[in-house]
C-alpha cells in the first residue's frame, strides 16, 4: 500500500474508476477544484489500515450517492468545500475503523 498525492494542483473532476484496482494507505486530492465527484470515483479503490482520504478545500457542490461505497477509512476530510446537499445514502457503504473522524466542517 502506498501514498497517493494529488493535492494542490487544478483538478476539477475525477472520471469514473480512476483509482481502479489501487491499494493506497492515502490519497490526498484536497487544495484542487474538484467541483464534483462520479458515483463510481472510487470503485475498486482500496485502502489499507488507517485510510486516509483527503479532499478537503475543493469546490464540492455535491456529493452523489453512494460515492464513498465499500470504502474503509479511518478519517475522511471533507472540510473547507462548497457542500450544498447531502443525499439520504451519500455515505452508504462506507466502512469508519474504531477511531474513525469525518470532518466537514
Do not use: C, E, W
Not at 3 to 12: A, E, F, G, V
Amino acid at each position: 500500500n502506498g501514498i497517493l498525492d494529488m493535492s494542490q494542483n487544478k483538478l476539477q473532476d475525477l472520471p469514473p474508476k480512476v483509482f481502479d484496482s489501487l491499494q493506497l494507505d492515502r490519497l490526498y486530492l484536497q487544495n484542487n477544484n474538484l467541483i464534483q465527484l462520479h458515483a463510481d470515483t472510487f470503485q475498486g479503490l482500496t485502502f489499507g489500515q488507517n485510510g486516509i482520504l483527503d479532499m478537503s478545500q475543493n469546490k464540492l457542490q455535491d456529493l452523489p450517492p453512494k460515492v464513498f461505497d465499500s470504502l474503509q477509512l479511518d478519517r475522511l476530510y471533507l472540510q473547507n468545500n462548497n457542500l450544498i446537499q447531502l443525499h439520504a445514502d451519500t455515505f452508504q457503504g462506507l466502512t469508519f475503523g474504531q477511531n474513525g473522524i469525518l470532518d466537514m466542517s
